[in-house]
């Protein structure tokens, strides 16, 4: 019977990519801002079969497979997702797929486009519009609407978290760093006594605990985490320019430093309202140049960062 309905329907035997659905999985959760380590997708074609991810997004899928790069393939499949089922995302979920899929601005301009003002009394989209703020370094603002929010909803994890990372970056740290411990210990995770979870268990998305681009970073540190354990994080904070920054850095400090140098120009060119990303990209390839006695090197990047600088003023500013 199996072999004739899959006949009539028209439906063929397909190896399954197991490791693409996977990753198909964890970026369908995200794209819907749904934390859930279990998530599974449900695809159906019009017969009503199962599909796999690779057979119901064929194009994204071997699009997928000419990059190794995770948020390349995520945006690969964002795009296609949003064929689907763009328009049955909340206002907050919308800015949260461009937030994570590092268009910022464009979550602002949408919700320029369709917000109004009931929109800001919820705790979720106030959440969201402040952890974009945060992205584009625009610190005091973002701070105005994450503590609106958790005036909301002081409950709201999300909530204490964005307003955790904004606190930590203007210099409250030790009430920021008061939120991320409430977190941990409230987390079900500690509810239900488990042990032995990691680093990364504690700050990736789907396991809903402290997903923080500042906490992460911070735990990173404190234990000097090797580079494994920074390239295991990425991933999930590749949007956030503060963490890439903080990553490359650590590779800086670490006899990595074309690497890292690399990195924070890559950041550089692509969060430039990131101030202290641009300013360490500048001195970094300048310091590169004078080791290396030669003033060309790098020479396209070193102009665009310094027109960048001197367009927003930070020239000879700390």
């Not at 964005?162 to 977190?183: N, P, S, Y």
């Not at 354990?229 to 990553?247: D, M």
Request: aromatic letters at 14%.
């Amino acid at each position: 019977m199996e072999f004739l309905k899959s006949f009539f329907s028209g439906k063929t035997q397909t190896d399954e990519d197991k490791a693409f659905t996977d990753f198909f999985n964890d970026s369908f959760a995200r794209y819907f801002s749904l934390a859930d380590p279990d998530f599974r997708a449900e695809l159906d074609n019009k017969f009503g079969d199962p599909m796999l991810p690779q057979e119901y997004f064929p194009s994204a899928y071997e699009e997928c497979l000419k990059t190794t790069e995770v948020w390349e393939k995520r945006s690969i499949l964002f795009a296609a997702l949003d064929q689907h089922y763009l328009l049955m995302l909340t206002k907050w979920q919308a800015m949260e797929r461009f937030l994570i899929d590092r268009f910022p601005e464009k979550a602002l301009a949408y919700v320029k486009e369709f917000g109004n003002e009931q929109d800001f009394e919820d705790v979720d989209f106030l959440t969201s519009f402040a952890r974009c703020l945060f992205v584009l370094s625009r610190y005091s603002e973002g701070l105005k609407y994450a503590r609106k929010a958790v005036s909301l909803d002081p409950e709201s994890n999300r909530a204490q978290l964005a307003l955790a990372d904004l606190l930590h970056l203007t210099g409250e740290r030790d009430k920021a760093h008061e939120v991320f411990k409430k977190a941990v210990a409230s987390s079900s995770l500690a509810r239900s006594g488990t042990t032995g979870y990691g680093l990364y268990d504690l700050v990736c998305f789907k396991n809903d605990i402290v997903h923080s681009s500042v906490y992460a970073v911070g735990l990173l540190k404190s234990s000097e985490a090797p580079e494994t354990e920074w390239a295991r994080v990425e991933p999930e904070f590749y949007f956030c320019p503060y963490f890439k920054s903080q990553h490359a850095f650590y590779l800086i400090q670490n006899k990595q430093s074309l690497k890292g140098m690399n990195k924070l120009v890559a950041l550089a060119k692509e969060f430039p309202t990131y101030k202290e990303g641009v300013v360490n990209a500048y001195s970094v390839i300048k310091q590169y140049q004078h080791q290396m006695g030669k003033d060309d090197l790098m020479k396209g990047d070193e102009e665009f960062l310094l027109k960048v600088l001197n367009k927003n003023g930070w020239v000879g500013k700390p």
